[in-house]
């Protein structure tokens, strides 16, 4: 029997162009002396997690001493006064990731820094500016301080209870950076001049003891999201003692550890200790015939340099079975299909990390500037299909208050004028166990009203009867409850 084959005719030639051309990129750490601050850094104190903590930005004074006059006086004129009127989020900066911000251009005097600070997408979501957010409708008149209602689902003191199978803990409220979009906003990282941070009441060991006391008496579940803020910044000894009593509940088969370090602090996880301890970690889990995955959260190819593929080669040597990313989709950083496919390219052939997820940005105070509506997510996942192997072509997913995460593509109605788009749900949170109406209603998810057609947009101006001043007076208002509902605990 002879097997023929089929030449593809000209034209039909694997190399036609696609509207996305691939290409293999090689990482590159950018050259970190090109910033006056730290022309003088030697290799060694950039390895050092010690050296990248100390030195982290955590201010405009900061910025300023290390790019001097490379960027000009309105830059940070414009920065002191987002820190002063919109900021949700302190400042804080790795210098990794400082690094990875303008990588390409080369100092060549005063000011000559400041057009490209201003357009770079890590620039945008690190280091959010006020000329950034828009005057009109920055905030959705429906955004809130925990736009998840994560509090809400608390079963123990940080540990959320939203899907029938799986938790959140929150074990800690800080992280080594902060991004400006960041969802906890509520709870994470230090008060801004704008927002009044939640604090954890309970005694961390006591907190903890309640999360795995959870754990022991709720069969069902099977699976813990370890987060915080930023599991890096709980000291090894501690996180393990955690994850070692979680591995000991024998209903545990899945434990994410959730840590933007892996991106932002990589020197974190190739500390010895540390990788050790994953190892001893990796090992227990494996015995007992539970996956332990790292999920990070990088936005932009630029953040995927050698030193984090280095990290996330020593994370899967010790034994860690996934390392996974979940980005947010923000206007500004990432919102446009081939910058999400770089992105996905770097991390998976550069990197070993599992493109997952994008969330469309939540609806948290003055981030109507990143979000994006549900129609362009659409598009964009429409766009990034079939170029990435399957397992590894990343889910847009809308995190629909009261319901969870939902593919864009699963609403049950859109009004595209109003920008409401309408979802279901097919499991009960934990504060609807009576709710007769819990799988049945529709659930509402707002488009920002800047790209909403004039009708919607006259509409919104017409009904949400909530400017800026009383979103906040809202705002603050349900802070003091939460924070009263906290001490009654
Ligand atoms: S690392 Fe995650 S938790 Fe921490 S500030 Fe960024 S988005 Fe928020």
């Known amino acids: 029997m002879s097997i023929e084959t089929t030449v593809a005719p000209t034209g039909r030639h694997s190399d036609s162009p696609q509207p996305y051309p691939y290409q293999a990129v090689e990482l590159v750490e950018p050259d970190w002396t090109r910033f006056p601050g730290w022309a003088s850094v030697t290799a060694e104190d950039w390895a050092s997690v010690q050296w990248q903590r100390a030195h982290c930005v955590k201010n405009v004074k900061q910025l300023r001493e290390l790019l001097g006059d490379l960027v000009d006086d309105r830059f940070y004129a414009d920065l002191e006064r987002d820190q002063a009127e919109r900021a949700t989020m302190s400042m804080l900066i790795p210098p990794q990731m400082m690094n990875t911000m303008v990588p390409d251009v080369t100092p060549a005097g005063a000011g000559s820094l400041t057009e ?78 704008v927002i009044d941070k939640l604090k954890f009441t309970g005694k961390p060991n006591d907190r903890l003891g309640d999360m795995i006391d959870y754990l022991r008496r709720t069969p069902s579940v099977r699976d813990v999201v370890v987060s915080g803020g930023d599991v890096a910044n709980m000291p090894w000894p501690r996180l393990e003692a955690f994850l070692t ?38 090992s227990l889990a494996r015995s007992r015939g539970v996956s332990l995955a790292i999920h990070t959260h990088a936005n932009h190819a630029n953040s995927v340099t050698p030193i984090v593929a280095q990290a996330t080669r020593a994370m899967l040597d010790a034994g860690v079975r996934d390392v ?17 496919l770089d992105l996905c390219f770097r991390l998976l052939d550069g990197a070993q990390i599992m493109p997952y997820y994008f ?19 659409q598009r964009l996942q429409h766009h990034i299909m079939g170029y990435l192997p399957g397992f590894a072509t990343p ?3 809308c995190d629909v208050p009261f319901v969870g995460k939902r593919w864009v ?18 499991y009960k949170t934990s504060i609807e166990a009576t709710s007769e109406d819990a799988l049945s209603r529709t659930y509402e998810y707002y488009d920002p009203i800047h ?39």
């Not at 981030?367 to 997510?377: F, L, P």
């Not at 049950?412 to 279901?424: F, H, K, M, N, V």
Request: net charge negative.
């Open 116 to 193: 490209a600070f201003y357009a770079d997408p890590i620039r945008n979501y690190m280091i959010p500016v006020f000329s950034d957010r828009r005057t009109e409708w920055s905030s959705h008149p429906h955004a809130t301080r925990d736009s998840l209602h994560e509090h809400d689902m608390w079963v123990a003191e940080g540990l959320t209870h939203r899907y029938p199978t799986k938790v959140l803990a929150e074990l800690l409220p800080t992280c080594p950076q902060y991004c400006g979009h960041c969802t906890r906003m509520d709870l994470v990282g230090n008060s801004t001049a």
């Open 245 to 282: 009593s979680v591995l000991e509940v024998k209903n545990i088969r899945d434990i994410r550890l959730a840590t933007k370090a892996l991106i932002g602090l990589p020197q974190h996880w190739l500390q010895p200790d540390v990788v050790d301890g994953v190892a001893r970690v990796a």
């Open 324 to 340: 996974r990313n979940q980005g947010v989709l923000l206007n500004g950083v990432n919102a446009d299909s081939h910058t999400l």
């Open 359 to 377: 969330y469309m940005c939540d609806m948290i105070p003055f981030s109507e500037h990143w979000r994006v509506s549900v129609a362009e997510a």
């Open 395 to 397: 889910r847009i997913v």
């Open 409 to 426: 593509h699963q609403l049950a109605d859109y009004d595209t004028e109003r920008g409401i788009s309408y979802w279901t749900k097919n």
């Open 451 to 489: 790209t909403l057609p004039e009708a919607g947009q006259q509409w919104w101006a017409e009904h949400s009867g909530l400017e800026t001043t009383a979103l906040k007076a809202a705002e603050m208002a349900e802070a003091s409850r939460r924070t009263a509902a906290l001490q009654a605990w």
